[in-house]
């Protein structure tokens, strides 16, 4: 993945945008990573992941809850909440 610091982003911003159609590019300020830009192909592929993951666990849920198996909402969408924010 190519880093860019802020300031550079902004004054190279077709750069940027260039860089991003081939590949994620971290965007840092004082060293600290704040964005990441993507190409739109692979946002929609990651859109598309997190559709799929989230049906996997409605379905996973539903079938546990025919069997009677009833579980707080933390503990059925938790595990989704965890992957957003371990950037999966």
Same mark, same amino acid.
Request: proline residues 5%; hydrophobic residues 40%; without cysteine.
């Given at each position: 993945?190519?880093?860019?610091?802020?300031?550079?982003?902004?004054?190279?911003?077709?750069?940027?945008?260039?860089? $991003? !159609?081939? #590949?994620?590019? +971290?965007?840092?300020?004082?060293?600290?990573?704040?964005?990441?830009?993507?190409?739109? *192909?692979?946002?929609?592929?990651?859109?598309?992941?997190?559709?799929?993951?989230?049906?996997?666990?409605?379905?996973?849920?539903? $079938? !546990?809850? #025919?069997?009677? +198996?009833?579980?707080?909402?933390?503990?059925?969408?938790?595990?989704?909440?965890?992957? *957003?924010?371990?950037?999966?």
């Amino acid at each position: 993945m190519h880093v860019m610091p802020a300031q550079q982003a902004k004054n190279q911003f077709g750069d940027l945008l260039m860089k $991003a !159609q081939h #590949e994620p590019v +971290e965007i840092s300020k004082h060293g600290k990573r704040v964005a990441v830009v993507i190409s739109p *192909e692979e946002y929609d592929r990651f859109t598309e992941l997190k559709l799929q993951s989230l049906k996997a666990v409605l379905a996973e849920s539903l $079938a !546990q809850a #025919e069997k009677g +198996e009833l579980h707080s909402i933390d503990d059925v969408f938790g595990p989704l909440t965890q992957d *957003e924010l371990n950037g999966h």
